[in-house]
């Protein structure tokens, strides 16, 4: 059974840092792009993140630009989101979800194109 399960989120002060990570399981990670959404209170689900799997590209939303970053170990069947400076703002859950099309470049933040789906974990942020 495939599956994708997120940790590391927690409560943290404005300015802080956490890292997420993303465990597959019954999935490899190496042909298929990764991206991080989170759904914040009272909105809909965001893509903020992605890596592809193919050329190494990845794509921001603007709100986390130069404060987040993807990264993936495929060995470890493990992808991670580096959050740092975060804010009030970024309070919300964050899910992990993968594309099992392979793409042949890039990736995209719309969630209908990922198939397979973390739990969530919740990340706040106190002002």
């Known amino acids: 059974q495939a599956q994708l399960v997120e940790s590391g989120g927690g409560l943290v002060q404005s300015g802080g840092s956490l890292r997420l990570s993303c465990q597959a399981s019954?999935?490899?990670?190496?042909?298929?792009?990764i991206g991080w959404f989170r759904q914040r209170p009272g909105k809909g689900s965001e893509g903020i993140l992605c890596?592809?799997?193919?050329?190494?590209?990845?794509r921001k939303d603007p709100s986390v630009e130069g404060r987040f970053t993807i990264s993936r170990d495929n060995g470890k069947r493990t992808a991670y989101l580096q959050m740092n400076s975060l804010k009030p703002e970024d309070t919300a859950v964050y899910y992990c979800?993968?594309?099992?099309?392979?793409?042949?470049?890039?990736?995209?933040?719309?969630?209908?194109?990922?198939?397979?789906w973390g739990q969530g974990t919740q990340v706040t942020v106190s002002s």
């Open positions: 979800a993968l594309e099992f099309r392979p793409r042949t470049a890039g990736c995209v933040l719309t969630p209908q194109d990922y198939d397979y």
């Open positions: 890596a592809s799997a193919i050329d190494d590209t990845t």
């Open positions: 019954g999935l490899v990670l190496d042909y298929h792009a």
